[in-house]
């Protein structure tokens, strides 16, 4: 794929499964994350991690097709702040890796909103065990870490859409899939906003090379973790408002 393409990356809430019936030429590439490869036949890149259950993924890769491990996705994470600040779910971890590798234009959103019923299915195979529900201090307010990869994505010359149409997590544009050829411009981002606001998470200097953060509330600054979160719902507030 060149730069500049449109990406659908396709998660395992139940709506999900709409993106069986959408062509294949409305997308460059289709990343699906964990088991959202039994979604269709025609994925391109497959993201999991090493804990992934080996009788869960594809008992083929074909010709095309090729899977994303940790080895490739945490260096990249890391790249982009490591998993602290960016969010410890899969959903986030394959956007930061597929902004960096793939360079498109629009990355859009399938079965991502983490949003989960308190009965009923939880996942398009039923009911699964979700990230967003673990006690995990990087999974705090989720719908900021969306917009901080929504942010950093306009910096690299993307947007980043939602084509659910459920209850979301994510604070992305809602867009029509069939749409998004178009021209679909990112958001302006506040240069100097931002580059203090990336200096204010270096300063604390969690950075996880491994990927293996320490999950524990005490070995972590919470309240200046709290206050970055709310400026990058601030920044991306303010950079809807400038592109609009």
């Not at 899977?67 to 959903?91: S, Y």
């Not at 590798?101 to 939880?122: N, Q, S, W």
């Not at 090379?209 to 972590?220: I, M």
């Not at 600054?221 to 408002?241: C, G, T």
């Amino acid at each position: 794929m060149q730069a500049g393409g449109v990406v659908l990356i396709m998660g395992s809430a139940p709506n999900a499964v709409a993106a069986q019936d959408w062509p294949k030429d409305w997308f460059d590439r289709i990343v699906a994350i964990n088991n959202a490869w039994r979604l269709r036949p025609d994925w391109d890149l497959l993201v999991f991690p090493e804990d992934f259950p080996v009788q869960n993924r594809p008992p083929e890769v074909r010709s095309g097709q090729a899977l994303v491990q940790a080895d490739a996705f945490v260096p990249t994470q890391n790249q982009f702040g490591g998993f602290i600040h960016g969010g410890a779910t899969m959903g986030f971890t394959a956007a930061y890796w597929a902004l960096a590798a793939l360079r498109p234009r629009v990355m859009a959103f399938v079965g991502c909103d983490m949003v989960y019923p308190a009965t009923g299915p939880t996942h398009f195979y039923g009911t699964g065990t979700a990230d967003p529900l673990r006690d995990d201090v990087t999974l705090r307010d989720l719908g900021a870490k969306s917009a901080r990869l929504a942010v950093m994505a306009a910096k690299e010359g993307c947007i980043c859409l939602n084509l659910s149409q459920a209850e979301s997590s994510l604070l992305f544009p809602v867009a029509q899939p069939d749409a998004l050829r178009g021209e679909i411009p990112p958001a302006r981002i506040d240069a100097k906003r931002y580059s203090a606001l990336r200096a204010q998470e270096d300063a604390l200097g969690y950075h996880t090379p491994d990927g293996r953060y320490v999950n524990a509330p005490q070995a972590y600054d919470m309240a200046a973790l709290a206050r970055i979160d709310a400026q990058w719902r601030a920044l991306l507030d303010q950079s809807d408002a400038r592109s609009g």
